[in-house]
């Protein structure tokens, strides 16, 4: 079959010549292109190489190449990569065929994106000895000891190639994804590495001086990096931001669509989204030097192309028959609800939120696992959302119930993975689940479809980052359990300390996405059965061939909470519980409520004043109410070792509300005993004043504390300084605090730290004595 189609490619190349140009997007596409540089671009084509009624084709490609050269221009036809993966048209031989329909379209260049090494590194050496184009990648080198016979440190690709067109010299250099290393299986590219940040932006601006020293007019960076703030550090924005000279950035890979280009300083970015659905054009004029680009796309009837090379459509389009054909006499089953596993955000698909698609693939993997090994074996199962492609039915327009084929679950599961059964503790799950879903609510491919697990995720609650992850470019938790919480295995609670087992497929099993924790499992069992063929054998021997109601919606294994029922962006406090939430100093009272009208308790007040200090160790004997079980016990013996408060006669009373006036006297003697110097100013403004406690006004606490901006009236006039103080206000003060602390003035006698001990300021006698904070 490829030696047939070899043939046909080869006779179309000879064919080609003779095929008469649509010029069916008007006639002023072509009208004023004479003498000029134009250059085609695509990217993440995906296997949609046919021409239909949503999507160009790599044909129409073609046929646009040749219809401008026709009308006198100087072209350059570019790809930015993941072009060999995607539908079983190019997966069915693993990308070879792609690599055939690009050199028959005339491609001159291209730079490989992550998807190319899906089937390993060897594969895309092997599929590209034929190709009729170049391949460009400044940032691949060979490792030391690689299986390739690579000498170590060397370029893998090309990494620029020179275009003389006729009176143009256009200089292009490739960039390939640093996210490759965990976006492709790890170990199908072993032996090779891919420069990030600051090293692959070193080469970016050597490729670029080396071709400025060439002479060339144009420079041009074919790199497949994105935009998507998963990559920053490695994007195309940041290569443009430190690089000089690169006139026109082809990107790929965050699926970004530039209607006209972006301008970045003096760089034109352009990227034309997915799937074939726009084809990218960039005209330079070298009369005024200006570049204008756009895109033809095939959804704007006024910018829409309709040439299209006849004999390639009709290759491509036998080819896609036969292939399809084959895949969907194979019918396994029958689905009666629709299987969602589309990677969107509106609705939210697999790499944001659970979906029955994740349920239904998961519960085959722990079946399939325990199938192998025993029941009971495994304990749970894992897959990360990005490694399910699509729905089932993937038709909008389909019918329920549906025949599910086996073009189906290469449609869906197109990358070979195996299940695999690892060993690792509760802690590395706990991690691995933390760090798959840092960027949530941003789609992630790492996001965890799950089966056996169960776990909140708080997007509220900020990705702590820790050290980044060696051979990747994410970044390992820095506290896992933050937003993960609530963790179950097998309906109970997560053991840190235990040994579980999980299956999964290969790709995760070896550290790719962001389960690099996976690498050290202590324990891995291979089945050597493909995923899809473990969905297929669960539909056959579980299901009796029919997926039904039981799969109709999510389980409810992951809940998500993206913010408090009760907060809203419109809200006075909302900068104040932002600050409090991001540095960790106030939760919510459940997983819905933060309740920002609450009363304020002692215990609340000085445990946010505990966390701000950074919760040190604390020992010693606490106040004679405080329990060991209760969870302000840490809290409170600080502030009693370090004077921050004495008590009521001995007592914590860490369940009392307190006032505005008791919260400002926590706050005044938090900062006098820190070492800072407290001025008071007139509360005359305010008409209340006269209601100010005793204590509070021999104390001067309020004086002080207005006098900082740390406390506000409710009003202009009104104090309110018997009212109970509110969350919501507890927050603000710590705001405020953290804005004007580097204003307020040190005495000089602590050198601004929390002292040890200390009897604080005397006590008042009298009646007023237990309503005091302090």
């Not at 190489?49 to 999507?55: C, M, P």
């Not at 600051?198 to 080469?203: H, V």
């Not at 009971?376 to 990005?386: H, R």
């Not at 960027?439 to 089966?451: E, I, L, R």
Request: charged residues 20%; contains cysteine; negative net charge.
């Amino acid at each position: 079959m490829k030696r047939s189609l070899t043939f046909l490619l080869a006779l179309i190349l000879c064919l080609s010549f003779l095929t008469i140009g649509g010029f069916a997007a008007g006639e002023e596409l072509f009208a004023d292109v004479n003498g000029k540089l134009v250059v085609i671009h695509t990217n993440d084509v995906h296997g949609r190489d046919v021409s239909t009624s949503s999507q160009y084709g790599t044909a129409a490609v073609a046929q646009l190449k040749k219809d401008f050269e026709a009308a006198g221009a100087k072209v350059l036809l570019l790809s930015a990569g993941d072009a060999i993966q995607g539908l079983p048209l190019v997966n069915y031989d693993f990308g070879a065929t792609a690599i055939e329909f690009l050199s028959a379209a005339g491609y001159d260049a291209m730079s490989p994106g992550n998807h190319e090494f899906d089937w390993g590194a060897q594969n895309l050496f092997d599929i590209l000895e034929d190709a009729d184009f170049t391949v460009l990648s400044a940032n691949i080198r060979f490792t030391a000891g690689n299986e390739y016979g690579g000498e170590a440190g060397k370029l893998v690709f090309e990494a620029n190639k020179v275009f003389a067109l006729g009176g143009f010299k256009v200089g292009v250099f490739g960039l390939t994804t640093p996210e490759t290393f965990t976006k492709a299986h790890p170990d199908k590219v072993k032996g090779i590495e891919f420069l990030q940040g600051n090293e692959m932006f070193a080469a970016a601006q050597a490729q670029v001086d080396f071709l400025k020293g060439e002479g060339c007019d144009v420079i041009i960076c074919l790199g497949h990096l994105g935009i998507d703030d998963e990559s920053t550090g490695n994007r195309s924005i940041d290569v443009i931001e430190a690089v000089n000279g690169i006139d026109i950035f082809i990107d790929g890979h965050s699926h970004s669509a530039f209607p006209n280009g972006r301008e970045e300083g003096d760089t034109l970015l352009v990227s034309t989204g997915t799937a074939l659905a726009n084809i990218g054009v960039v005209i330079y004029n070298p009369k005024d030097g200006v570049f204008a680009a756009s895109l033809l796309g095939i959804a704007n009837n006024e910018k829409a192309y309709t040439g299209i090379d006849e004999e390639l459509a009709k290759i491509i389009s036998d080819r896609n028959t036969l292939v399809t054909e084959t895949l969907k006499s194979n019918v396994i089953g029958v689905t009666e609800v629709l299987l969602y596993g589309r990677n969107t955000t509106d609705p939210p698909g697999v790499r944001v939120v659970e979906t029955n698609l994740g349920n239904f693939a998961t519960d085959a993997l722990l079946w399939l696992a325990n199938r192998e090994y025993g029941d009971g074996f495994a304990d749970a199962a894992l897959t990360n959302g990005g490694g399910i492609r699509d729905s089932i039915p993937n038709a909008a327009d389909a019918e329920l119930p549906y025949e599910i084929t086996m073009l189906d679950m290469v449609t869906v599961f197109p990358f070979g993975n195996q299940v695999e059964v690892i060993e690792i503790t509760g802690a590395q799950l706990l991690e691995a689940l933390e760090a798959a879903t840092f960027s949530n609510p941003a789609a992630v491919g790492a996001f965890p479809q799950v089966a056996g697990i169960e776990f909140s995720l708080y997007n509220y609650i900020p990705y702590e980052q820790g050290e980044q992850y060696a051979g990747s470019t994410y970044y390992a938790p820095a506290n896992p359990g933050s937003r993960i919480r609530n963790v179950r295995v097998g309906g109970a609670p997560l053991n840190l300390n235990k040994v579980y087992r999980i299956a999964t497929n290969d790709f995760t099993a070896a550290g790719g996405d962001t389960y690099i924790v996976f690498k050290d499992k202590a324990a891995s069992y291979s089945t050597g059965v493909a995923m899809e063929q473990a969905l297929i054998d669960y539909v056959s021997e579980v299901l009796d061939g029919v997926v039904g109601d039981e799969y109709a919606a999510p389980r409810g294994n992951i809940k998500i909470f993206d913010t408090f029922s009760d907060i809203n962006k419109g809200d006075w406090y909302i900068n104040a519980f932002t600050y409090v939430f991001e540095n960790s100093l106030m939760t919510g009272i459940s997983d819905t409520s933060w309740a920002p009208n609450a009363s304020v308790t002692r215990a609340t007040a000085f445990m946010t004043l505990y966390r701000l200090e950074g919760s040190p160790e604390v020992t010693g004997e606490n106040f004679s109410d405080v329990r060991q079980a209760d969870w302000f016990y840490d809290a409170a013996l600080w502030a009693k070792n370090t004077g921050v408060s004495e008590g009521e006669n001995g007592r914590f009373v860490g369940n009392r509300n307190i006032t505005r006036t008791e919260l400002a006297a926590i706050f005044v003697r938090y900062l006098e005993l820190k070492g800072y110097k407290l001025e008071t100013v007139d509360l005359s403004q305010y008409t209340d004043e006269g209601s100010i406690p005793g204590w509070a006004v021999e104390q001067c606490v309020l004086a002080k504390i207005v006098g900082t901006g740390i406390i506000k009236g409710r009003s202009d006039t009104i104090l309110a300084p018997n009212a109970t103080a509110t969350r919501a206000e507890l927050a603000q003060m710590l705001l405020n605090m953290d804005e004007c602390i580097d204003d307020l003035e040190l005495t000089g006698e602590t050198e601004g730290e929390t002292p040890e001990g200390g009897d604080g300021p005397e006590e008042d006698k009298g009646e007023e004595e237990l309503l005091m904070a302090a």
